[in-house]
T-cell receptor, first 110, second 112 residues
Framework: DAGVTQSPTHLIKTRGQQVTLRCSPK?????VSWYQQALGQGPQFIFQ???????QRGNFPDRFSGHQFPNYSSELNVNALLLGDSALYLC?????????FGEGSRLTVL | GENVEQHPSTLSVQEGDSAVIKCTYS??????FPWYKQELGKRPQLIID?????GEKKDQRIAVTLNKTAKHFSLHITETQPEDSAVYFC???????????FGKGTKLSVKP
């Protein structure tokens, strides 16, 4: 079982650019959540996808959008990048219970 | 919305001592309280969780207690070992499928 896999692991962008991060959930999991973890902080909830629909959303601007595919994999898109978007982006999957986190995608915005 | 406060931010103990980390939450509707351990550069991993219908839960050297009236919950680690050194996060949510609100973390250092 591969667990939750995320790509890319690291990336560098400049202000104003757009980024797409990808997540494959743990086998058998149908729910995907995305979190942003700034350095030295706890993860902050961005949104959750279930059955290809956004089920819940945290306090993040519309620049943050997502998608879930029929195979339950998911993408996180961030437009018009700001310096403050630099963080570790964590994907977590679940199936009616415990959240399993991926290793994250570390985004640096210059 | 929910707000989770976590203390202390750093904790240093000698190997074999106990460590206690405390969290408070604000939303009385929260009913699921997990604890995560995050080693440097790694993903958060669930170490124990508790639901609001239970006051205490133990798993070997780790225990969690919940006081619903006071809206606080605590993580207790006994007989600490150097491999327990990591950042620990508490979290709260409505249901285990709900979005988790995390505390800011406690950096635990266990000295040999």
């Amino acid at each position: 079982d591969a667990g939750v896999t995320q790509s890319p692991t690291h990336l560098i962008k400049t202000r104003g650019q757009q980024v797409t991060l990808r997540c494959s959930p743990k086998s058998g999991h149908d729910t995907v959540s995305w979190y942003q973890q700034a350095l030295g902080q706890g993860p902050q909830f961005i949104f959750q996808y279930y059955e290809e629909e956004e089920r819940q959303r945290g306090n993040f601007p519309d620049r943050f959008s997502g998608h879930q595919f029929p195979n339950y994999s998911s993408e996180l898109n961030v437009n018009a990048l700001l310096l403050g978007d630099s963080a570790l982006y964590l994907c977590a999957s679940s199936f009616g219970g415990e959240l399993f986190f991926g290793e994250g995608s570390r985004l640096t915005v210059l | 919305g929910e707000n989770v406060e976590q203390h202390p931010s750093t904790l240093s103990v000698q190997e074999g001592d106990s460590a206690v980390i405390k969290c408070t939450y604000s939303d009385s509707a929260s009913n699921y309280f997990p604890w995560y351990k995050q080693e440097l550069g790694k993903r958060p991993q669930l170490i124990i969780d508790i639901r609001s219908n239970v006051g205490e839960k133990k798993d070997q050297r780790i225990a969690v207690t919940l006081n619903k009236t006071a809206k606080h919950f605590s993580l207790h680690i006994t007989e600490t070992q150097p491999e327990d050194s990591a950042v620990y996060f508490c979290a709260a949510s409505q249901g285990s499928q709900g979005n988790l609100i995390f505390g800011k973390g406690t950096k635990l250092s266990v000295k040999p």
